[in-house]
Each structure stands twice: as C-alpha cells, then as structure tokens.
C-alpha cells in the first residue's frame, strides 16, 4: 500500500496495519476507479455533507447500513435489495425492518455517479465510501477505503437473521460471531464505537434498564422516562448521552459509568476479555480511531465479490 494512502502523516505504524491488515485487501485497491472514474469519492462526499447538514443521524443510519451489508455474506450490497416477486431481500429481516435507514442517500449518490461514470461503480463500494465520510462528518477520523467491490446478484433473509448480532448478545457470542467474519475481539470492541453516534428504539433496550443489574441508577431512570414498560416500542433515544452526535470515544466512558443502552454495549464492560480495550479507548480517543480505523478496513474486506462475479448493478435496489 503507497504511504500516500496514509492521511495522519507520522503514524507508521498506523500505516503498517492497514497495510497488512488482511488477506482479502490484497484484492481490493484504493484507486481501483482513479482512471475510470476520478470525480468518485467527492460526488459521495458532497452528498453526505449535504445530507448530514440536514440530519445528524443519517451519518449514523449509513455507517449502520455498511455494518449490516458486511455481515450478511460479504461487502456486496445485498443488503440494498428491494423485495421483488422473484427476490427476497434483506430489509425485512428482523435486526434491519422498521430500523435501517439512509436506503434514499444511496440512489441519491448512485443517481449523481452514474451521471458522471455510467455502469462503473458498485453499489458496495459506494456504500464504503459513505460510511467512511459519514464517520468523518461526525467529528471522527478519516481514512483510505480499498475499492473494487461488486454487487451480488443475490440476498438472503436466513442469513440476515442468524449472522446480525441482537443487542440480547453476551460477549462470547458477540466475539464467536465477528471471529466467524475473521474479526478479532479488539475489531469487534472498536466496531462497537460506531454507537458513539445514533439512536435505538425502546424495544432493543427495554430488558436491560427494567432488569439488569449492572446499570447506572441514574441512566436508567432517564431511559424509564423515554421506555415505558409496555408501549413506546418505537420510541428512540440516543445510543450515547454525553456527545450523543459526535463521533468520538465517549462510548467508552459512558460503559466504564455502566451507561451502555444496550445490553450488548455494557457486556465490553463487565468484567470480561474486552474491559482493558474499553478503559483504553476511553483513556484515548486516539487509540479508539485507530483501531476503529483498522477494523472499518478489516470489516470492508469481508468476502468481497471482485473481478467477474456479480455485477455493476444500475440501480441499487434492483439487480439488472
Ligand atoms: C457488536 C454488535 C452490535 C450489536 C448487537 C448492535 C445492535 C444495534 C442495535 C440493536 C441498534 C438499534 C437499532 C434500533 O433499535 O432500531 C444499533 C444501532 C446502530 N448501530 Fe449497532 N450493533 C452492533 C455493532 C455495530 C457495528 C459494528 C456498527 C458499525 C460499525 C454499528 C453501528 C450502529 C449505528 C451507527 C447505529 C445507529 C443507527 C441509526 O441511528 O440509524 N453497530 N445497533
Ligand atoms: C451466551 O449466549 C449463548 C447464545 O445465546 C449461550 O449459548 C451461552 O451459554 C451464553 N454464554 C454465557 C457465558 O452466558
Ligand atoms: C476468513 O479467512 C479464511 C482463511 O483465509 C477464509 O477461507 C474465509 O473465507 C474468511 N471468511 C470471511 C467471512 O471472510
């Protein structure tokens, strides 16, 4: 990888790891559309500048998207699918329906791209990229996105269900399902950072404040007042009180306080493999973009479809 791929000038060893990060990475290459089509990542940037001004949390919803892409057979854009009378597609699996969003940001971006470079950019790699700048809008870090993904011409619903982590998850769980990804633990405790940003219906967190033990009194009254006991199943809060916007490590403060939302947030906390993870990121918001850097890059990298296979799709919802 050219150090020209590396934006914090001095970080070497940042740069190393990136690198050599993983064994698919090899396929894929930052400037797989540098000739064919240069404009690619400002036309993405622009959007999502524009799109981010007008709502915050769809820097969040578009990092989510890229996560559930990822995990669901590979980086191919499967996810993007819409239900046809001859495909079933992802959306309505139960970690992605009523809860996924930012599905218009992309057409919107794949509309302004294929203006410019017709039948060149996949949908996946697009989806890389907004979630890369998404991060970066926010307030957190920025880096290089390998390129040269292509779209599946298929979906699955099963695998949606069974390979998207429930926020019911224990931490053995959560480290054998990003293990099956090729993830390490570390990845997947960086990855986790993502919720320093967006929200969570009452439904993903309502047994963990009535029930559970290792929580903030104080945090859990507040979450009372927005999640009744019964109803409101739909009503939402932020994943991250104190910078509830921003992207920055105070995820990892707010577990350290025993203010994770989510059952499977406060399991990095809770006296487990991940606590030494959790008090270093929370010590350094350096330390926590780099990692999460590494990890976006490794998450990237996860079964890509290159050369031949699949397709560019034309529309992002539909095969061609
Ligand atoms: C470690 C296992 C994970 C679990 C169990 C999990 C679970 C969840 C749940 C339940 C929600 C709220 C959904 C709702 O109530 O509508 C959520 C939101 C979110 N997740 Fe995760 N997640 C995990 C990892 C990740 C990763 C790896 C990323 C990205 C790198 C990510 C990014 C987000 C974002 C940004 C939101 C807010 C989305 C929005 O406001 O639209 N999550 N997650
Ligand atoms: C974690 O959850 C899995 C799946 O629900 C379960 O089989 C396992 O026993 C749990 N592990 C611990 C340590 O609670
Ligand atoms: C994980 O790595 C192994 C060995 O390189 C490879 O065979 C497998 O396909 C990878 N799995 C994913 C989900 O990328």
Not at 39 to 55: G, P, Y
Request: glycine content about 6%; overall charge neutral.
């Amino acid at each position: 990888m050219a150090s020209s791929t590396c934006y914090f000038a001095g970080l070497s060893l940042l740069c190393w790891l990136l690198a050599s990060s993983s064994t698919a990475s090899a396929q894929l290459s930052p400037n797989f559309y540098v000739t064919t089509c240069p404009h690619l990542e400002n036309i993405v940037h622009f959007t999502m500048a524009h799109v981010i001004r007008q709502d915050h949390r769809m820097g969040a919803s578009m990092l989510r998207l890229f996560f559930h892409d990822c995990f669901v057979n590979g980086c191919d854009a499967s996810v993007l699918l819409d239900d046809t009378p001859t495909l079933q597609g992802e959306k309505n699996a139960y970690p992605n329906q009523n809860s996924l969003r930012g599905f218009e940001v992309i057409d919107r971006i794949k509309t302004s791209v294929e203006a410019r470079c017709p039948n060149t950019v996949s949908c996946a790699d697009i989806l890389a990229l907004a979630a890369r700048d998404a991060v970066k809008l926010l307030g957190g870090p920025t880096w290089t996105v390998p390129l040269g993904r292509r779209d599946t011409t298929t979906a699955s619903m099963s695998a949606a269900n069974a390979n998207l982590p429930p926020p019911t998850a224990n931490l053995s769980s959560l480290i054998s399902l990003f293990a099956s990804k090729n993830l390490t633990a570390r990845d997947m405790t960086a990855l986790s950072g993502a919720h320093t940003v967006g929200l969570a219906r009452c439904s993903s967190f309502r047994t963990r404040i009535y029930n559970e033990p290792n929580i903030d009194a104080s945090f859990a009254a507040v979450q009372k007042s927005a999640c009744p006991v019964v109803g409101g199943d739909d009503n939402l809060v932020v994943l991250d009180m104190s910078t509830p916007i921003r992207f920055d490590n105070g995820y990892f403060k707010n577990l350290m306080a025993r203010q994770g939302l989510l059952h499977s947030d406060q399991e990095l906390f809770n006296g487990g493999s991940q606590d030494a993870w959790v008090r270093l990121y929370a010590r350094s918001n350096h330390a926590f973009a780099q990692d999460f850097i590494v990890a976006m890059v490794n998450m990237g990298n996860i079964a890509p479809l290159t050369g031949s296979s699949g397709e560019i799709r034309r529309n992002c919802r539909f095969v061609n």
